[in-house]
């Protein structure tokens, strides 16, 4: 078992930054990858960017490249989400989650999620 906790979200003007952090406990932590998927309601879990085990190796989603940067920290099992630039159709619940094996950007493919934290992104 892995529990995650999400926290740094909030509300921000566009063009500002917020900086998400995740905090891992159970399981090894270096053991898994970790990835960020964000949801609003009535539409489905999206796949934003994903770290592999060492932090050296980074995926995202053409949306946010350029803007959001994924770092871990394996010392504090802590993964940051580094948002800048923010727009409005970044307002969503963004979760962490977490999985062994390769990243994929298929939600339900992932094993353990956080409780999501809420960003909403003002115009």
């Known amino acids: 078992q892995v529990q995650l906790v999400e926290s740094g979200g909030g509300l921000v003007q566009a063009g500002g930054s917020l900086r998400l952090s995740c905090a891992a406990s159970g399981r090894t932590f270096t053991s898994y990858i970790i990835g960020w998927f964000r949801q609003a309601p009535g539409k489905e879990r999206e796949f934003v960017t994903a770290?592999?085990?060492?932090?050296?190796?980074?995926y995202y989603t053409d949306s946010v490249k350029g803007r959001f940067t994924i770092s871990r920290d394996n010392a504090k099992n802590t993964v940051y989400l580094e948002m800048n630039s923010l727009k409005p159709e970044d307002t969503d619940v963004y979760y962490c989650t977490t999985r062994q094996g390769r990243y994929t950007v298929v939600a339900n493919s992932w094993d353990y999620w956080g409780q999501g934290t809420q960003v909403t992104v003002s115009s």
């Open positions: 770290v592999d085990y060492s932090g050296s190796i980074r």
